[in-house]
Structure formats: C-alpha cells, structure tokens
C-alpha cells in the first residue's frame, strides 16, 4: 500500500497488515522533517484510542521535535517482534475514487494517527518498505481512522497480486475489466471476533484485532479431509483454534494435525490424477513435477481444495492458490506445518489470497469474497486504474 504522508507530502510504501492495530512507518530514515507532524499526548482522545499506550518522553532521532514530555506511547510490531515507539499525528493524503472511473480527487486527514517504529521492524519485510499499514478491528487501525476522516463505511477490500494489488476504504462499486462491478458477484461469510488477543503483547485480556471466519470442514476434490473438527473452533478462554485470514502468513498454515490429515488427502486425490511426486522443497511437503500437468485458467489442473463455511458457502481454492511454482518443472502444495504452538488452527495466508476480491465490512461482521478472479478472466491489477 502506497500513501502520501507529511507536509511536504512524501510516499509511504505500507506491508498490508490485516489484525494490525495501528499503523507505523519508520522515522530514523529518510523521514524528511514534517511541518505538520505533531506528538500525540497521554491525555488525548488520540491516545485513548491506541490500545496498547503509556507516557514517556519521546525517543526518536529522525529530525523532529525530541525531547516532548508526556508522549503517548504504544509497541508496534512486525513479524513477531514488538518495539517501543511514539505515537504522533500528521497529515495523510489517498486517492478518492466512484469506482467507475479512474481518480476523482485527493482527500486529506490533518490528524493521521500512526506510531514511529524503529528500523529494525524493518527487517523481513517487503524491499522498499518502510512501515505497516494497520486494518485490524482497532479504532486506531486504518479503516476505523478513514471512515471517521472521510466519513466513509467502516469497511475495506483488498485485493492482492504478485505483482500490483489495490486496497480500498468504503463502500464500492469497484468496476473490473472487463466492464463488471466484483461486488455484485460475492459471497458472503460471517467473521468472528477471537475474545482472546494474541500473546506477547498486553497482560490485559481483550479481545483481538484479527479476522476469524468459520471452516467446517475441508475438502479435496470432493472428499473430506478427516481431522479433529473441534480444532476449527475457537476455544473461548486461551483464544487458540479457528481459522485467521492473514496477509503476514505468505502461506496457508495448518495445525499439525490438520496438516498431516490434508497433505496424505491431496497425494492420495494427485495420485488418482497422476501427478509425480518428486523430492520435498522445504518448507513445503509435497511437490510434484510440472512438466506433465495441464495449465488452465486457474493454474495448474490439481485437486480442487474447497473450505467449506456456515450456510455451505465454499471458498474455491484452485491450482494458482494452492501450487507454488519453485523451478521451470517443480511445483509444491502451498500449505505449510504450522507447528505446535500456531495459536490459529488454520491460517489462509497471502499466497491464497492473491487474485481473490476480499471485502471486510466490520460493522456487519461480514466477508465478502470472490474466490479466484482468474476464472472470470480479470486479474486485481484491473482495478489498479481506479486507484491511480
């Protein structure tokens, strides 16, 4: 995500985070002096709004004002790590668009909330970046900032690809080529709230910023995956099971079991196709070889994987969500072990969720989703000229 912070306006390359609570960029590099940047006090109804905040003196070397007593101050976070840093506002600047056509205007906010991280958040994230963009539940996380701001609905739809996605903030219509509005095609899901956050962060509990929604089952090619299906609830008290949707996963994760349970059913379902297993590329656990596999609209022709949802709503996963490519001849399943301690007992990450249209409407609780736009020949780079 790409927005225009500061005065003088300057670029901010954003790593789309979807349960983050706040979103921070990185003030110790090439963070120009900012005329309107102002720090956020402890007493403010802008640090109220921050969930995880104390008082201190602000730290930062990136050119500003140092020195400020009875700074608010929060622990943004990447990748596992938190670290300390102030919150401060300033202004922020995105494109405004009908949906139809391309960009009508720029709209502004004079009192953009953000945290200034430390560059070692940096590390792991995307080249280039520098700093997240929060879309969590939070009222300090984007879509609860934007919809105040510009007085839009609490609600986003993000669209991702290898190459260029969009991210958008209200309501649609969001025409694609060629010449269709998504919205009017989706299925829906409820999303649920996990009342447990995730550890390592607050000794209070409340609940998280993240997005749930609720798999029943899971099959392949039109038969079930056996497992412990209790493990797709979430548990009330430590917050662990469920399934996540997640932008910081760049795979599906699956607790162990599940795992096992999935990658023995899609073989046996690849066997039965004659696909040709070949040596295992970590982290991935079945691979198999390309050169004989038909290529099709969605990828290449391989089981089918369907989440199967409340109401028998299905969540189609075809060969381009499911496969990796790794080598001109080598392809491996793209869910990975996600090991004893994954809090989340299925996680649809990023390589899952590319070329699928998803809409977050948070008020309403509901998820919105495509499934893979390559079957109806458009891609989400499509959409990029209403965002330009």
């Known amino acids: 995500m790409v927005d225009n912070t500061r005065t003088p306006q300057v670029p901010a390359d954003l790593v789309v985070d979807l349960g983050g609570e706040l979103p921070w960029v990185n003030c110790e590099q090439g963070f120009a002096s900012s005329k309107t940047y102002r720090h956020v006090s402890c007493d403010s109804d802008q640090c109220a709004r921050v969930k995880i905040s104390s008082c201190t003196k602000s730290t930062h070397n990136g050119g500003l004002s140092c020195g400020a007593d009875n700074v608010c101050y929060t622990l943004p976070g990447a990748l596992g790590i938190a670290a300390g840093a102030e919150v401060a506002s300033d202004v922020v600047s995105v494109h405004s668009t009908d949906g139809y056509t391309n960009v009508v205007s720029n709209v502004s906010s004079h009192r953009f909330i953000f945290a200034c991280g430390p560059s070692f958040l940096l590390k792991?994230?995307?080249?280039?970046?520098?700093?997240?963009?929060?879309?969590?539940?939070?009222?300090?996380?984007?879509?609860?900032?934007?919809a105040v701001a510009f007085r839009v609905p609490r609600k986003f739809s993000l669209c991702l690809s290898s190459d260029k996605g969009v991210l958008f903030f209200?309501?649609?219509p969001y025409k694609m080529e060629p010449g269709i509005d998504i919205t009017t095609s989706l299925d829906y899901t409820p999303l649920?709230?996990?009342?447990?956050?995730?550890?390592?962060?607050?000794?209070?509990?409340?609940?998280?910023?993240?997005?749930?929604?609720?798999?029943?089952?899971?099959n392949i090619g039109g038969k079930s995956v056996k497992f412990n299906k209790k493990l797709l609830a979430i548990n009330k008290v430590t917050g662990h099971g469920g399934t996540?949707?997640?932008?910081?996963?760049?795979?599906?994760?699956?607790?162990?079991?599940?795992y096992k349970a999935f990658t023995s059913a899609f073989i046996s379902k690849a066997k039965s196709?004659?696909?040709?297993?070949?040596?295992?590329?970590?982290?991935?656990?079945?691979?198999?070889?390309?050169?004989?596999i038909l290529k099709t609209r969605a990828g290449p022709l391989v089981p089918t994987i369907n989440l199967v949802l409340p109401e028998k709503v299905i969540w189609r996963i075809h060969g381009a969500n499911s496969m990796v490519q790794i080598s001109d001849n080598v392809i491996c399943l793209g869910f990975v072990d996600g090991g004893e301690f994954a809090r989340a007992s299925v996680v649809i990450g990023g390589h899952q969720l590319e070329e699928n249209?998803?809409?977050?409407?948070?008020?309403?609780?509901?998820?919105?989703?495509?499934?893979?736009l390559l079957l109806r020949e458009?891609?989400?780079?499509?959409?990029?000229?209403?965002a330009k």
Do not use: H, W
């Not at 009342?195 to 607050?202: F, H, Q």
């Not at 656990?285 to 004989?292: E, F, L, M, P, V």
């Open 244 to 258: 996540k949707i997640s932008t910081m996963n760049p795979y599906a994760a699956l607790e162990p079991s599940i």
């Open 273 to 292: 196709m004659n696909m040709s297993r070949v040596a295992s590329v970590a982290p991935f656990g079945a691979c198999y070889d390309s050169t004989n």
């Open 378 to 386: 458009t891609l989400c780079e499509t959409l990029n000229s209403l």
């Open 192 to 218: 649920f709230v996990n009342p447990v956050d995730k550890a390592g962060i607050s000794t209070t509990p409340r609940p998280s910023g993240e997005y749930f929604i609720a798999v029943k089952s899971i």
């Open 170 to 172: 209200g309501d649609g």
């Open 124 to 146: 792991g994230l995307s080249k280039g970046a520098n700093g997240m963009a929060g879309l969590g539940r939070a009222s300090a996380a984007l879509p609860a900032q934007f």
């Open 357 to 372: 249209l998803l809409q977050f409407d948070i008020p309403r609780s509901k998820l919105g989703f495509s499934s893979s």
